[in-house]
């Protein structure tokens, strides 16, 4: 009988957070939006790690080549207070570390994000990404003055005018306070 209560409330739980992963970017589409809604339409944090290439002109890639996002718009959310949303922006760079038949290791090189006009340095962390440059997602840690870690994931978003848009998804911990980060980026590869 016991068993049997454990594993449902289990299986609740794992509902919960698969409900709350897929609620939050509707929760960042909310109508103070400074975007409307608009890139965050149809995404979710299950799609962000989508089949569909992440750069321009999808190649093999090379140990010490670059991936470059920088942000055209975006918008961050306070996790916990639905009311407290506001612009951000930021930048990425990804240096491959490691060529596998299964993807590629990735150290960050460099970046920043700025929420709510807050900017804050990202010191270090590590990604990976599938072997068609899908699948990319990582981790790391802000700089020492302003102490905090965050999680990633981008995903490809659409085309226009010949030049590609992705979506970069951020959770940052920083202060005690957690942000919820979508950014609309362009990537460039050298």
Do not use: C, W
């Amino acid at each position: 009988m016991k068993t049997a209560k454990i594993a449902a409330i289990g299986a609740a739980s794992t509902l919960a957070v698969v409900a709350l992963l897929l609620g939050l970017p509707a929760a960042m589409a909310a109508t103070n939006n400074p975007l409307n809604g608009y890139p965050m339409t149809g995404t979710a944090l299950a799609a962000s790690s989508s089949s569909q290439s992440i750069l321009p002109g999808p190649t093999a890639m090379t140990v010490g080549q670059t991936i470059s996002f920088t942000s055209t718009n975006g918008v961050f959310h306070v996790v916990g207070s639905p009311g407290k949303t506001g612009t951000a922006s930021g930048t990425l760079t990804l240096t491959v570390a490691g060529a596998f038949k299964g993807g590629y290791a990735l150290s960050i090189a460099s970046g920043s994000l700025t929420i709510n006009g807050t900017a804050y340095s990202i010191a270090s962390g590590s990604a990976e990404m599938g072997p068609f440059q899908a699948h990319l997602v990582g981790q790391g840690s802000l700089a020492s003055a302003t102490p905090g870690s965050f999680l990633f994931a981008a995903g490809a978003h659409a085309s226009f005018q010949g030049q590609t848009y992705n979506t970069l998804r951020f959770d940052v911990q920083t202060n005690g306070i957690e942000y919820g980060v979508l950014l609309l980026v362009t990537a460039t590869v050298s």
